[in-house]
């Protein structure tokens, strides 16, 4: 399980998208840096002046950073001591407006807005630097932390006062980092490497426009009180909430290298989660989350109380269903459930900075060029896709937290392994970023998924019914009495280190006896698919031709951020479940306070 685990709530749903840009790169920051000469370091001149740009002028938020940046790029150094070769400033805004309520009533009604500031120094030069200090074990005594804060106000020299704190402090930090670090050359084969720490990129300029963030308050308020009512108003659901949470997320990146970048994030949510217990006493719950770029993609009011039917309909029959013993054997896992098993089996464990040191599994690295998947089955991931069939994915963007424009990425053809997701620190082997560097607020990006998508080819695609046909088959065939078709998958977690298990788990929610002779379907409950990834994936028979999304966020290393997988339904000859974690306990003692629940 990743520090902090997978995402705990990964959701299907729609997803937000891109806002289209007002400005584009000039010809003045389009020209590539030079590459160094082979086997000498390239060292930008750390004096280089910053050239303006229009972003500058009339963003004052970036003309600050920009000031800031430009005095120290030219002017920090301690004597003595090598000045930063790279700077670069990351400010990110947040403005959230949020509704949530229980049994008819709100419980919050708020508006929020926080800046935060993050700064990457880098000591050394592009090809070894300060950035391969993994530990990070600084001096600390006496040392004040300074905090990452933006004001909210764009006053420049408070803007510039934060951010000349915090780039002290990281120098020094950096400094620290690469004196040790050149030390411990002496003796450590390990840090030899053959790529870089840091790839040089070309400048960009780029900047969305900044829209209000809008909400229809008296709309939601009604909706929120309606529905949480709906929600209440069966009487085995002892406890649920719904809630819209809309927030504006602008990021503006400057860095030495003459990057100038502002773009814009809306995420309109919807979620409603409501609780029972089944009558053995295992607590079930079941949930909606829904995710659109513009207020206006939101469902209307009538699909909403249609999705909260559904949701309490699911609950009364998980609470009827029978609880499924740990089992083995073929099964279908339909697209939401097959996207969350790509995301955790492997999409995680070809981030590039996983197949780099001795704490991680590498569970793929030498694999590179050689068959991991069935033939019939490709992956990759495209951030700058902004919608599936109509629908919007989540993991959608146009340039990552290191300056760099996404990119698409052919991950698996035809079954055979071909790249890995990177940043601008590249796995060897490669030479450059694609564009997979992301973090949430602060947080150090690592290279993460965005939309991964899973394909199948089209001549060994199947459509749903054959492939139904073909688990009963194959069912039959192992001598068994059914096999499962799994729905949807809640979340899931997976390890990747070398210190613990090379496994992973998915929290089952929808799950299906198939009878191998008759087709009938029977709703389980109780377990949770789990496994080991190379075992697992040597398992899938077939996929069907019908494809579908699943957007959620995924949290690892740099934090929570937006992800979807494009899916279809796959078969596999054998899966596990084992008895999931669920609490058995009494419910309430008393009835609730009120003799009746209706909707307002």
């Known amino acids: 399980m990743h520090k902090p685990p997978f995402a705990s709530k990964l959701t299907r749903s729609l997803a937000a998208g891109a806002v289209a840009a007002s400005f584009a790169l000039t010809p003045a920051c389009a020209t590539p840096a030079q590459a160094a000469p082979k086997g000498k370091a390239s060292r930008p001149a750390a004096a280089r002046p910053l050239a303006p740009t229009p972003l500058d002028q009339v963003d004052p938020v970036m003309a600050a950073a920009v000031a800031e940046l430009a005095r120290n790029a030219t002017t920090l150094r301690l004597p003595e001591y090598d000045a930063p070769y790279y700077l670069a400033y990351s400010m990110k805004q947040l403005e959230q407006k949020v509704i949530g309520g229980k049994l008819g009533a709100l419980i919050i009604d708020d508006e929020s807005k926080k800046r935060e500031a993050a700064v990457d120094v880098r000591v050394g030069d592009y090809r070894f630097d300060s950035s391969e200090d993994a530990e990070g074990d600084w001096p600390d005594e006496g040392m004040l932390e300074p905090s990452t804060s933006l004001p909210l106000e764009d006053r420049a020299e408070a803007i510039r006062h934060t951010l000349w704190l915090l780039t002290d402090l990281r120098y020094k930090q950096a400094l620290s980092s690469y004196l040790k670090l050149k030390g411990q050359r002496v003796y450590s084969t390990k840090l030899d490497k053959k790529r870089p720490s840091f790839t040089q990129v070309p400048p960009v300029l780029h900047a969305d426009p900044v829209p209000p963030l809008t909400m229809d308050r008296a709309r939601w308020q009604r909706m929120v009180r309606e529905l949480s009512a709906q929600l209440a108003a069966d009487p085995e659901v002892f406890d649920s909430e719904v809630q819209v949470s809309f927030h504006l997320e602008t990021r503006w990146l400057a860095t030495s290298e003459g990057a100038r970048l502002r773009t814009v994030q809306p995420i309109y949510a919807f979620h409603a989660t409501a609780y029972t217990r089944a009558p053995d006493g295992m607590l079930l719950d079941q949930s909606v989350n829904l995710y659109a770029p513009t207020e206006a993609g939101l469902p209307p009011d009538d699909a909403l109380r249609e999705r909260i039917g559904r949701l309490v309909a699911d609950l009364a029959a998980l609470r009827a269903a029978p609880v499924l013993d740990p089992y083995t054997g073929p099964a279908i896992l339909e697209p939401a459930a097959t996207g ?63 300056a760099v424009a996404a990119q698409r990425v052919a991950l698996v053809e ?95 929610r929808m799950v299906y006896k198939v009878d191998a002779q008759t087709g009938e379907e029977t709703l389980v409950r109780g377990v949770e698919l789990v496994g080991t990834p190379l075992i697992s994936l040597g398992k899938i028979v077939a996929a069907s031709r019908e494809t579908g999304i699943f957007n959620g966020y995924c949290g690892a290393e740099s934090g929570m951020v937006p992800v979807s997988t494009v899916a279809p339904s796959t078969l596999f000859s054998e899966i596990e479940l084992q008895r999931s974690m669920r609490v058995h306990s009494k419910g309430p003692i008393l009835a609730p306070p009120l003799p009746s629940r209706s909707t307002p």
Not at 378 to 391: C, K, M, Q, R, V
Not at 460 to 483: H, I, S, T
């Open 414 to 508: 035809g079954g055979v392994l071909k790249s890995f997701l990177m940043t601008r620190r590249p796995v060897e082997g490669f030479s450059a970023s694609n564009g997979h560097a992301r973090g949430q607020g602060t947080a150090r990006p690592v290279a993460r998924m965005g939309n991964l998508i899973v394909q199948a080819d089209a001549a060994a695609a199947v459509d749903n019914a054959r492939l139904k046909q073909m688990l009963l088959e194959e069912a039959r065939r192992q001598g068994k009495p059914f096999g499962l078709l799994i729905r949807d998958i809640t979340g899931g977690s997976t390890n990747t280190s070398s210190y613990g298990f090379q496994a992973f788990k998915g929290q089952a």
């Open 340 to 402: 969350v098993f790509f995301h955790e089996v492997l999409g995680h464990r070809l981030e590039g900075h996983r197949q780099d040191g001795n704490e991680e599994g590498q569970t793929f690295t030498a694999h590179l060029n050689h068959g991991i998947l069935p033939p019939f089955l490709s992956i990759y991931d495209d951030p700058t896709l902004t919608a599936h069939e109509g629908t919007p994915l989540n993991g959608t963007y146009l340039y990552d937290d290191e």
